[in-house]
Antibody, heavy 118, light 107 residues
């Protein structure tokens, strides 16, 4: 059974950095791409980034390109989201999701809340 | 980026009704269109992939159709547990995008 657990969220001041982690289990992590998606309070889903199974390719939404970096450590079954220069509008619940066959997100973590506030 | 537009933004229907949600892409996405259901305080769950492929465990009252730029999610025989927000999402491009969501309420 696929299990994704995000961690690393919390309250951070504007302009500071934060790194989120997503630990995976229940599937062969090293053969699957992974996504990050966020949801601001009361708002819809926003796709942020994807990383290929081996980490060789990454793509980003314009809203975070140049500030956020997705990476992975297949030896630890973990995908990361490094978030720099955080702004108030980055306040959201952040989800990691598994890239499933059929080009969908077939499993999601429970989400982690990031609040950017002074 | 490919823009996804859903309509309506919200709807209210009765148990047993047939409900239709539409999703339009700003360019041809073939059939690379997924539908997700999100209930309050929960992570989204994929219902349908590649426009019409019902995922395992999803009740058959859910169905998807369409190709190119216009897609539809249909819930036949609406049930109380279907109260949720539904999102479409394209996966043609390397940078995926979601529609803004459709809130389905039960009268």
């Amino acid at each position: 059974q696929v299990h994704l657990v995000e961690s690393g969220g919390g309250v951070v001041q504007p302009g500071r950095s934060l790194r989120l982690s997503c630990e995976a289990s229940g599937f062969t992590f090293s053969t699957n791409g992974m996504h990050w998606v966020r949801q601001a309070p009361g708002k819809g889903l926003e796709w942020l980034a994807v990383i290929s199974y081996d980490g060789s390719s990454q793509y980003y939404a314009d809203s975070v390109k140049g500030r956020f970096t997705i990476s992975r450590d297949n030896s630890k079954n973990t995908v990361y989201l490094q978030m720099n220069s955080l702004r108030g509008d980055d306040t959201a619940v952040y989800y990691c999701a598994k890239y499933g066959s059929g080009r969908m997100m077939d499993s999601w973590g429970q989400g982690v809340l990031v609040t950017v506030s002074s | 980026d490919i823009q996804m537009t859903q309509s309506p933004s919200s709807l209210s229907a009765s148990v047993g009704d047939r409900v239709t949600i539409t999703c339009r892409a700003s360019q041809n996405i073939n059939n690379y269109l997924n539908w997700y259901q999100q209930k309050p305080g929960k992570a989204p769950k994929v219902l349908i992939s590649v426009a019409s492929n019902l995922q395992g465990g999803v009740p058959p009252r859910f169905s998807g159709s369409g190709s190119g730029t216009d897609f539809t999610l249909t819930i036949s025989n609406l049930q109380p547990e279907d109260s949720a927000i539904y999102y479409c999402q394209q996966s043609l491009s390397s940078r995926w995008t979601f529609g803004q969501g459709t809130r389905v309420e039960i009268k």
